[in-house]
């Protein structure tokens, strides 16, 4: 039995009858890292080590017969998810050698189920971009192609879930970040609604958007770890007390009776590739043989998304990236004696092309005399865009469309390009601006073989539902079978 090719729930019942145990699961894990992360790149740090001791104190926990879901299942962690003892860089030179002195809150919830840790995924350096491209120490690769892009940021931790380095792993979603390299690597992401899971030690990119979400093989395992990590926090001012569901009862047979709504917008996208539009009106037919309806619905403020997302996300990641200026933690230029000089240096130095380009951008936007004119602006178009949805959901109950208007292109085709980087962002950024939840899950594959995932989106806090939709799809198809060739 290939042990790192277990979802959580496979894992999870062959070690509560001890069938094997976590020490020999997160050994494989282990050795499968060692044997291809060489060529994927999807870690920054592996936490070997720490990762066996948590196995044999989870292996002590079983065999007391007090084994939770994910008591000894290896995880793996994005890079900007705090962990206590064990370096968060951000794939940053910014931050190369810091060591968080406090967990996450999510990190703290896992470790109460006696999770294990396999280490930190790479990422676009402090989540900035939508092809992992922007690591300051690799460019992860896609297990399905190792000449393309897993997509990003979160694409380290959704290459290291395709190519079975870890049984699953969490990621953030500022806009889309989790279901776009879900959807490049034919796994399943989701984006939970804002304020459902605490942002508490997550370094801040865009506090208004970011959200920390599972990557699974199944969806099964997704509403695991929903379950896991969803709940109230007093430390996040945003964190909404609202009382969790149990996301895995959600996964009922039958969707008869469902609304889907289409967006006829997103389906006019003048860069929608071919066979993803076929991929995904095939799904859409798929969900009505199992007794969904489908009506058509519009979001017309769709093509101010990327406008005003790339107003609000580089703005806010001006203010929350100030901290970096050399004096209180992380990378310094000690070369240079003067302040000025040196905040320069260190700043220029410890930041990459991409987030320096951000952080210019927002600071423009909230500049004396223009911050009206722009941030101001795109906030009231963000409120337009909440209001499109909530008008939407009244006919519908979930939203089905792509995840990105094609699969995972190669590595350094549109990386010297930014705009149409950020384009292929313009199917997931309305559900960050608007709050809501997304999920992708795969729906076919292209003619090179490569995945094509379906974007399920539902009303705040409707997680139950999309999970649901999404479960029903899954146990009807088997695009998430298929493991790529590595």
């Known amino acids: 039995m290939e042990l790192y090719r277990l979802t959580i729930d496979e894992a999870h019942n062959l070690l509560k009858n001890k069938e094997i145990t976590s020490e020999e699961l997160t050994r494989a894990i282990l050795e499968r890292i060692g044997t291809l992360d060489e060529k994927i790149q999807a870690y920054i740090t592996v936490a070997a080590d720490s990762a066996m001791e948590q196995a044999r104190k989870a292996d002590q926990v079983i065999s007391r017969g007090n084994a939770g879901t994910l008591t000894g299942i290896p995880l793996a962690i994005k890079d900007l998810i705090c962990t206590k003892g064990l370096r968060t860089t951000c794939a940053s030179k910014m931050l190369e050698n810091f060591i968080p002195p406090y967990d996450a809150t999510v990190i703290e919830k896992l470790k109460q189920t006696g999770a294990v840790f396999t280490g930190k995924c ?3 350096e402090f989540a900035m ?6 690591s300051a120490f690799a460019i992860t690769r896609n297990p399905w192609d190792l000449s393309r892009v897993p997509g990003g940021s979160s694409g380290g931790s959704a290459a290291a879930v395709a190519a079975d380095m870890c049984i699953a792993s969490l990621g953030s ?3 889309g970040s989790i279901r776009q390299p879900a959807s490049h690597c034919g796994i399943v992401g989701m984006k939970p609604t804002y304020g459902r899971v605490s942002r508490f030690g997550l370094v801040a990119f865009a506090s208004s958007l970011d959200q920390i979400g599972p990557l699974c093989k ?3 395992d997704c509403a695991i770890l929903m379950n896991a990590v969803s709940g109230y926090d007093p430390k996040d001012s945003t964190s909404v007390p609202k009382d969790v569901p149990d996301y895995t009862a959600a996964l009922k047979e039958g969707i008869k009776g469902i609304r889907l709504g289409i967006p006829k917008e997103y389906y006019e996208s003048e860069g929608l590739d071919p066979e993803v539009e076929t991929a995904v009106r095939k799904a859409i037919r798929t969900l009505e043989d199992m007794g969904a309806q489908t009506v058509e619905i519009s979001l017309p403020r769709t093509e101010y998304a990327v406008a005003a997302y790339y107003v609000i996300a580089p703005s806010e990641a001006s203010s929350n990236l100030a901290r970096y200026d050399g004096v209180k933690y992380g990378f310094r230029d000690k070369e240079k004696k003067d302040i000025l000089e040196m905040y320069r240096s260190t700043r220029s130095r410890g930041f990459g092309a991409e987030v320096q380009r951000r952080i210019i951008l927002g600071t423009y936007a909230l500049s004396a005399g223009y911050y009206d004119a722009y941030y101001g602006k795109a906030s009231q178009v963000r409120t337009l865009m909440m209001q499109d949805f909530q008008k939407a ?4 109950d979930v939203i089905v469309s792509p995840v990105a208007p094609g699969p995972a292109f190669p590595i350094g085709e549109i990386s ?7 384009l292929s962002d313009v199917f997931t950024l309305s559900a960050n601006l608007a709050g809501i939840p997304g999920l992708s899950l795969p729906c076919g594959f292209s003619s090179g073989g490569l995945p094509i995932g379906l974007q399920l989106m539902g009303p705040h806090f409707g997680e139950e539902t999309l999970l649901k939709t999404a479960w029903n ?4 198809t088997d695009f998430h079978k298929k493991k790529p060739e590595i």
């Open 173 to 175: 979603d500022t806009g």
């Open 393 to 396: 959901f009244k006919n519908c």
């Open 473 to 476: 799809f899954e146990q009807a």
């Open 129 to 134: 971009g939508s092809s992992n491209e922007n």
């Open 122 to 124: 790479n990422m676009d």
């Open 218 to 220: 199944n969806v099964k």
């Open 416 to 422: 010297d390009d930014p705009l149409t980087m950020y």
